[in-house]
């Protein structure tokens, strides 16, 4: 089960955007993700002349951004008494939904 989903706030912690705060906006494979006006390229097309496209980048290269705390943490697993999983921020103690 992955710790990040579509549409959750993230910081970019490696690489040419490190620093930049966006959501994800779609997985793609199980180990790259696009964001949102990250890692964006221009491509030259047969008969549109230059489309900008944006290009997978790795998981690990992100961490979950808490827009509450204005700061980036790990995200953990937590098993309830009833057998329900839910996502907790390991710095704040913050379970996210």
């Known amino acids: 089960m992955r710790k990040l989903r579509a549409w959750d706030p993230v910081q970019v ?3 040419k955007y ?3 705060v966006s959501t994800i906006e779609s997985f793609v494979g199980s ?3 696009i964001v949102k006006g990250i890692n964006e390229v221009k491509r030259a097309t047969k008969g549109k002349w230059f489309v900008k496209k944006t290009l997978p980048i790795h998981i690990s290269n992100v961490m979950y951004y808490s827009e509450e705390k204005k700061q980036a943490t790990k ?3 937590v098993i309830d008494k ?3 999983k839910t996502r907790e921020a390991k710095k704040f103690k913050l379970i996210i939904k």
Do not use: P, S, T
């Open 13 to 15: 912690i490696a690489g």
């Open 18 to 20: 490190k620093g930049k």
């Open 31 to 33: 180990d790259y993700a």
């Open 75 to 77: 995200i953990k697993l």
């Open 82 to 84: 009833k057998w329900a």
